[in-house]
């Protein structure tokens, strides 16, 4: 089996943003690509994030929400953060993980004010197709 780089996308919740990561990650990028999330807190799966995910069929129906804690013993390669709050508040990770902030708007803060679902999933469709494009085009050997 070849050698897979192990991504960790992290944000602060772990329910919209790094899990929507992880699933193109997972979905496009299996080859070379052995992905996770995790969050600074768990704030348990968005059924937003889940549906507009659906929408581009990728099924994250079956991940789950984690904390970076629920990860510890894992060496990854690279650690990229989502959100400004996990690149502040990043946690250390012993090894040879290399760290990039990669920033996304919040689907759920700016879908707070919408009247309608619909309207909600714009937001998420938007950010969802912004991170797809990163996970497509992140360069696994690009100097941390």
């Known amino acids: 089996m070849p050698f897979k780089t192990k991504i960790l996308f992290l944000c602060t919740g772990n329910s919209c943003r790094s899990q929507m990561a992880e699933g193109f990650a997972r979905a496009l990028r299996s080859g070379d690509m052995e992905a996770y999330s995790a969050g600074v807190v768990r704030h348990g799966m968005n059924p937003l994030a889940v549906k507009a995910m659906a929408e581009a ?14 990860l510890a013993t894992k060496e990854f390669d690279w ?37 309608t679902e619909e309207e909600a999933l714009a937001h998420y469709r938007r950010v969802r197709d912004e991170i797809k494009a990163f996970v497509q085009g992140f360069d696994i050997n690009a100097a941390g």
């Open 57 to 70: 069929g990728v099924d994250i129906s079956g991940q789950s929400s984690k904390t970076v804690d629920d």
């Open 79 to 115: 650690i990229i953060t989502l959100c400004g709050h996990a690149n502040e508040n990043c946690p250390y990770f012993p090894g040879k993980a290399r760290r990039i902030h990669a920033g996304f708007d919040d689907p759920p803060a700016l879908a707070k004010a919408a009247a």
